[in-house]
């Protein structure tokens, strides 16, 4: 063995991509929870949502048992269905296309701007159509899109817009908007900001994911939020989130702890994708603890920032004068390489126990969305986008000799190929 290696083998660590970051705090509440006698959605989940709906300044947050879940609730709430079309990007996780697909509606997949991960609004609007009734903006790696772009883009398309008929949920909050809604998919960016507002406030509809890789984590778990609408009750929205996620059941388990409240009703054949007070108990104490949880991203992200600005190699910018991201991510992508260099880059890395991963593998290149008909030869930008990237490991449990390693290693095994 050369004498470099004997070195590499010595100091070897093992960095793992994404391992959860749980303290003393979560489990004590979790047995609290447990102790408790009431495991399933009750206090804590209403405690949640209370301040999450603080936190990312909204009226009201639902909480539920994954983004996929508050997403497809989220076009179920709108109204969005059968015979509709949804716009998503082609550059992002499945789940962003599926939750429209589980509501019956038809996906539109729109390409990336270039040497961005961003869709490319122009191709929005080129899109659109009168069947459309959404688009989802994916805020990537914790960044937030730039919905001013993307809310001209359906303001200018009004005139195509037909809103459901009718006076359900749904149909009022289409008629009222008058316009293609705007969605979030916000599964990495709780936290985030851009223009001095919050993930959660800035699209029409929100979900979030807590699932165990993202910042925040409650195991499995996410939520939903939205911006106020002119003529509609909050109250009245959020019991159609309830009624949704409890088999359209007119009273939840809490409610049926009143006295002589045996009595229930079932308003339709719904789904079941509640949250429980043991989630909800792991997002309390994560909560109190994230605001430190991103400053410690944001050091780290610096970190990296300065060894990929000297080595010249792209990656994505989480911070500046009017934004902030949640840091979920860190993106890179090496000038040049071909998919089968960067693939043996990510065994190098791997070998030295750095252990990193791609986002994403664009959707037209999934068997699922092969077999619907789309080929990523219609989505040029999105294939360039993937084909030299490689996502650093980016977590609170890495120490500053952790970060120091991967940057070390990262250094060696890339700087022969640029
Ligand atoms: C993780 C993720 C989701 C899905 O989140 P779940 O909570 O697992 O349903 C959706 N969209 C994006 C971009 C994600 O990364």
Redesign the pocket.
């Given at each position: 063995m050369a004498s470099a290696d004997k070195i590499v083998e010595m100091n070897k660590r093992n960095i793992p991509f994404s391992p959860p970051d749980i303290s003393e705090l979560e489990i004590a509440e979790v047995a609290e929870a447990l102790r408790s006698g009431w495991i399933t959605t009750g206090p804590r989940t209403k405690e949640l949502e209370r301040r999450l709906a603080e936190y990312c300044h909204t009226s009201k947050v639902v909480c539920l048992n994954?983004?996929?879940?508050a997403e497809e609730l989220n076009f179920r709430i709108c109204g969005i269905g059968e015979g509709d079309e949804v716009i998503v990007p082609a550059y992002?996780?499945t789940?962003?296309a599926s939750a429209a697909i589980h509501c019956g509606a038809k996906v539109i997949f729109v390409d990336s701007q270039k040497d961005n991960c961003e869709m490319d609004y122009d191709k929005v609007a080129e899109a659109i159509t009168e069947k459309t009734k959404a688009v989802v903006a994916?805020d990537?790696g914790g960044i937030i899109c730039d919905y001013d772009k993307l809310y001209a883009v359906v303001e200018n398309k009004k005139a195509l817009f037909r809103a459901k008929e009718g006076d359900s949920l749904g149909a009022r909050i289409q008629q009222t908007k008058g316009r293609v809604l705007v969605f979030a998919?916000c599964?990495?960016a709780l936290g985030a900001s851009r223009h001095g507002k919050m993930a959660g406030e800035i699209a029409d509809f929100t979900d979030f994911?807590?699932?165990a890789v993202?910042n925040f984590t409650t195991a499995?778990?996410?939520a939903s939020t939205w911006r106020d609408i002119e003529g509609i009750d909050n109250d009245e929205i959020y019991h159609q989130y309830q009624l949704y996620s409890l088999h359209g059941q007119s009273k939840d388990a809490l409610a049926k702890t009143q006295i002589g409240a045996w009595e229930y009703d079932v308003i339709g054949p719904w789904y079941k994708c509640n949250m429980t007070d043991i989630m909800a108990a792991i997002g309390l104490r994560q909560l109190d603890r994230y605001p430190g949880m991103l400053e410690r991203r944001k050091e780290i992200v610096a970190k990296y920032d300065a060894m990929c600005d000297g080595l010249g190699i792209n990656h994505l910018v989480h911070s500046g004068e009017n934004f902030n991201s949640s840091h979920h991510l860190y993106l890179t992508r090496i000038p040049g390489i071909s998919d089968e260099t960067r693939r043996e880059i990510i065994i190098k890395l791997a070998e030295r126990g750095v252990n990193t991963n791609v986002h994403y593998k664009p959707l037209p290149m999934m068997t699922a969305y092969k077999e619907m008909g789309w080929d990523i030869k219609d989505f040029p930008n999105a294939y360039a986008y993937y084909e030299n990237l490689i996502t650093l490991p980016l977590h609170t449990k890495l120490s500053d000799e952790d970060v120091e390693y991967v940057v070390e290693n990262f250094r060696e095994v890339v700087e022969k190929y640029i």
């Open positions: 994954s983004a996929t879940a992002t996780y789940a962003t994916v990537l998919d599964a990495h994911s807590f699932h993202k499995e778990g996410g």
